[in-house]
């Protein structure tokens, strides 16, 4: 048999691969197969290349390289999949191959890296970004063709929302009420900047459900980006730091933010030798796993709303009870279905700033779905989906909110307060 094209400890597991029975029931699922029709762009196709790569059948080239690189990496297929094939840590584990073979060129990428997993270099950037917004520089320059010359450029402007102030988190939100215990909040890259309301409102339902908030403020990446992209060294170094910044009396971690819950649910896998790894591991959970044990004080929301899942939610960590029946309990408020509602928006990290193309059709497909619902509101777990489903309704001129679950939850709170008074 020939060499395998795979080499070293995170080589991607052989007989994980010929797990794969080629039954083909995931290929509906995948949103790259449903655009292209391809079945090298179906999870199928995809573990075809790796397994042939593995067998030393085929080498790392170009067009293998471009079918993993389309992947959204979204795990839909392993939901899908009654083999259960672990279809997201095969791709990352082929990534990383992929990438210490042939070292990414491209500049976007390296700019992407250096700054989105750096909450202070990120935060520094968002600065003068709210004041070029504020200072209407932002609407000269929309209209203007400069940014028709950049097009990558353009895709991350109309990305970014509204930049809010920096709003720094306490080191402790006490419980209200009867207490239940300690938690910690994870305040995400993303999140900490461009939605600081709904780490904010996350720590204020914690504390009304009866858990002291403890948020170590020195906190750094989970590694998300890092793993997704296969850069494994970079991605455990983030998670070995992560793993030792939360107090060993919290009961649970909580995060607001899909891509972060997944992964970091995912360390043991990673880093089975790095205790305090595995232990954040089993104490991390989503917001909605937490408060869904919860009696919250929610009072009326005369809305209608729809809910779209969060792939590294529905499929990555299988939450899609806890989120829906949080929202039910919101009086007034009518939950309408989207259909497709675990098909990928396109977001998938930094997916939409690499791959354009395939993610402006993804959202385009998205917000068809949105606008059938007739909905005002938009929910959905993860910073990711929040921009890009807003990037779209904006593009579209649909009048639609796009909020985190916790931020109607908030909203239901204050309202019950008001109907007190
Ligand atoms: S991760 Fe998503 S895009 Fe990639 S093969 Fe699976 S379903 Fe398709
Ligand atoms: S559903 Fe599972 S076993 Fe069937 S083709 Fe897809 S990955 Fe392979």
Same mark, same amino acid.
């Given at each position: 048999?020939?060499?395998? +094209?795979?080499?070293?400890?995170?080589?991607?597991?052989?007989?994980?691969?010929?797990?794969?029975?080629?039954?083909?029931?995931?290929?509906?699922?995948? @949103?790259?197969?449903?655009? =292209?029709?391809?079945?090298?762009? !179906?999870? *199928?196709?995809?573990?075809?290349?790796?397994?042939?790569?593995?067998?030393?059948?085929?080498?790392?080239?170009?067009?293998?390289?471009?079918?993993?690189?389309?992947?959204?990496?979204?795990?839909?297929?392993?939901?899908?999949?009654?083999?259960?094939?672990?279809?997201? !840590?095969?791709?990352?584990?082929?990534?990383?191959?992929? *990438?210490? *073979? %042939?070292?990414?060129?491209?500049? #976007?990428?390296?700019?992407?890296?250096? #700054?989105?997993?750096?909450?202070?270099?990120?935060?520094?950037?968002?600065?003068?970004?709210? =004041?070029?917004?504020?200072?209407?520089?932002?609407?000269?320059?929309? %209209? !203007?063709?400069?940014?028709?010359?950049?097009?990558?450029?353009?895709?991350?402007?109309?990305?970014?929302?509204? /930049?809010?102030? @920096?709003?720094?988190?306490?080191?402790? /939100?006490?419980?209200?009420?009867?207490?239940?215990?300690?938690?910690?909040?994870?305040?995400?890259?993303?999140?900490?900047?461009?939605?600081?309301?709904?780490?904010?409102?996350?720590?204020?339902?914690?504390?009304?459900?009866?858990?002291?908030? +403890?948020?170590?403020?020195?906190?750094?990446?989970?590694?998300?980006?890092?793993?997704?992209?296969? %850069?494994?060294?970079?991605?455990?170094?983030?998670?070995?730091?992560?793993?030792?910044?939360?107090?060993?009396?919290?009961?649970?971690?909580?995060?607001?933010?899909?891509?972060?819950?997944?992964?970091?649910?995912?360390?043991?896998?990673?880093?089975?030798?790095?205790? &305090?790894?595995?232990?954040?591991?089993?104490?991390?959970?989503?917001? !909605? &796993?937490?408060?869904?044990?919860?009696?919250?004080?929610?009072?009326?929301?005369?809305?209608? +709303?729809?809910?779209?899942?969060?792939?590294?939610? +529905?499929?990555?960590?299988?939450?899609? %009870?806890?989120?829906?029946?949080?929202?039910?309990?919101?009086?007034?408020?009518?939950?309408?279905?989207?259909?497709?509602?675990?098909?990928?928006?396109?977001?998938?990290?930094?997916?939409?700033? #690499?791959?354009?193309?395939?993610?402006?059709?993804?959202?385009?497909?998205?917000?068809?779905?949105?606008?059938?619902?007739?909905?005002?509101?938009?929910?959905?777990?993860?910073?990711?989906?929040?921009?890009?489903?807003?990037?779209?309704? *904006?593009?579209?001129?649909?009048?639609?909110? /796009?909020?985190?679950?916790?931020?109607?939850?908030?909203?239901?709170?204050?309202?019950?307060? &008001?109907?007190?008074?």
């Amino acid at each position: 048999m020939a060499a395998s +094209a795979f080499a070293g400890p995170d080589a991607p597991d052989l007989e994980a691969l010929r797990g794969c029975v080629h039954c083909g029931i995931c290929l509906p699922q995948c @949103p790259t197969y449903r655009v =292209l029709g391809q079945e090298l762009d !179906s999870p *199928r196709g995809r573990l075809y290349l790796m397994r042939a790569a593995a067998e030393g059948r085929i080498g790392l080239t170009d067009t293998f390289g471009h079918h993993l690189d389309l992947c959204l990496g979204c795990r839909a297929c392993e939901s899908a999949c009654p083999s259960g094939v672990a279809f997201g !840590s095969l791709l990352e584990a082929t990534r990383a191959q992929f *990438r210490r *073979r %042939r070292p990414s060129t491209s500049l #976007l990428e390296k700019a992407v890296f250096a #700054l989105f997993p750096e909450p202070r270099r990120l935060g520094a950037l968002l600065r003068p970004l709210r =004041l070029y917004q504020r200072s209407g520089l932002a609407r000269l320059v929309r %209209r !203007s063709p400069l940014l028709r010359r950049f097009p990558r450029l353009a895709a991350m402007e109309a990305l970014l929302p509204d /930049v809010p102030a @920096p709003a720094p988190m306490p080191a402790l /939100v006490p419980a209200r009420g009867p207490r239940r215990g300690r938690v910690g909040l994870l305040l995400g890259c993303v999140q900490r900047h461009l939605y600081p309301d709904v780490n904010h409102d996350t720590a204020r339902l914690l504390s009304l459900a009866g858990w002291d908030v +403890a948020i170590p403020s020195g906190q750094g990446c989970c590694g998300a980006l890092d793993l997704h992209a296969g %850069r494994l060294d970079e991605f455990r170094r983030r998670a070995r730091a992560l793993a030792t910044s939360f107090p060993a009396d919290v009961e649970f971690v909580v995060t607001n933010a899909a891509g972060c819950g997944s992964t970091i649910k995912e360390y043991g896998h990673w880093l089975p030798d790095v205790p &305090e790894a595995v232990a954040l591991a089993a104490r991390t959970r989503d917001v !909605s &796993e937490v408060l869904a044990a919860a009696d919250l004080p929610l009072g009326v929301l005369d809305v209608t +709303a729809t809910y779209h899942d969060a792939c590294h939610l +529905a499929h990555g960590q299988r939450i899609r %009870r806890e989120p829906r029946e949080l929202l039910a309990r919101i009086v007034g408020l009518r939950l309408v279905d989207l259909a497709e509602s675990d098909l990928c928006c396109g977001s998938a990290g930094i997916y939409n700033l #690499l791959e354009p193309e395939m993610a402006d059709r993804l959202l385009a497909r998205k917000i068809d779905r949105v606008a059938e619902t007739g909905a005002r509101i938009v929910v959905s777990g993860n910073p990711g989906c929040l921009l890009q489903i807003a990037k779209g309704a *904006r593009g579209r001129g649909l009048d639609v909110e /796009v909020v985190h679950p916790v931020t109607l939850l908030a909203r239901a709170v204050d309202a019950g307060r &008001e109907g007190e008074r």
